[in-house]
């Protein structure tokens, strides 16, 4: 199972790599908070590969794995003392998250000549009539007025080169999301070089790209999406004679998500006002439906054609009510009660 994931990570990767292929600094910076396994960095490197860390536990495993300059994103948040220090030793493109945070970074001497800024538009995000998400109430990024604050802020302090980077939606496989952000980082970029003379080396389009949860849900077109901000590009820039703006990615939930599994067992089953399945594993190792209520869909191991004619809670061992990979989810009848029901009318 783990050599099928890594496989399975190896191939997004490269399809990934061709639908980009047209942009020539593209890179993918791997969303190492999706899975912070050394020996998936090490493939994901072998492929040409940067990382995207949010932390320094994050930093210290990119070191690990042999990661260093511009292979490593650096995009924090509410970013404790030292670690823009520990970011510059290892050379890595610092995305700042707030125009609070300059001050923090000049303290780190030497500044860095070339920063990312992360932009929040704020509001809803939308494709056509659809909401697929609301920048406004999300703690990152800062203001379109606060990004001209900054490069002109940043300017004064040394800095020569500059990026813009966004994350609005999550897990999305509509197609049309990447080539929409690029289109909003794109012109925004081309006003700021317009109002303060800022020259830009990147857009960094972060994560976003989504995978089916369910088994007959859709997949995301990744080579759609590549064209898409393929002609947002030319639009934005190659008509307007701005040449050499790396496209740049951060994908977590697309290179793992559909690659892997949690294997577990039924461990206990309790009937009471509700029906549950107890696992040996819980929260812990799968937190997304305890945090988000996300769906991740459940097969019993060997009982595939069986019809799900038992609702369940599926629940792990936490003292935590939220303990719960699935609520209410259809299930083929659980043996585990009947068994135990057996043994104590033995006794």
Partial sequence: EIAQCLVGSEMCIRDSNKAFAWNKGFKEYFAVKATPNPYLLRILKEEGCGVDCASECELMLAEAMGFSGDKIMFSSNETPRGEFAYARRLGAIINLDDYTLIPSLAAEEPVPERVCLRFNPGGEFRLGNAVMGAPGEAKFGMT??????????????????????????????????????????????????????????????????????????????????????????DEAFTRRGIRGIAIKTELGRYMTGPNGWLVTHIIHEKNIYRHYLGLDASACDLMRPAMYGAYHHITIAGREAEAPVQKYDVVGSLCENNDKFAVDRMLPVSYTHLRAHETLSDL
């Avoid at 080169?161 to 289109?183: C, E, G, I, W």
């Avoid at 989504?210 to 088994?215: A, H, R, S, T």
């Fill in 144 to 233: 379109r007025e606060q990004l001209t604050l900054s490069v002109r802020a940043l300017q004064k302090m040394g800095v020569k080169q500059f990026a813009l980077h966004a994350f609005l939606a999550s897990n999305t496989v509509d197609s049309s999301y990447y080539p929409t952000m690029a289109r909003l980082l794109m012109t925004t970029a081309r006003e700021l070089r317009e109002e303060t003379g800022a020259e830009f080396f990147m857009i960094n389009l972060s994560g976003g790209i989504g995978i089916p949860y369910l088994p007959d849900a859709p997949e995301a077109d990744i080579e759609a999406i590549g064209a898409g901000v393929a002609r947002e590009y």
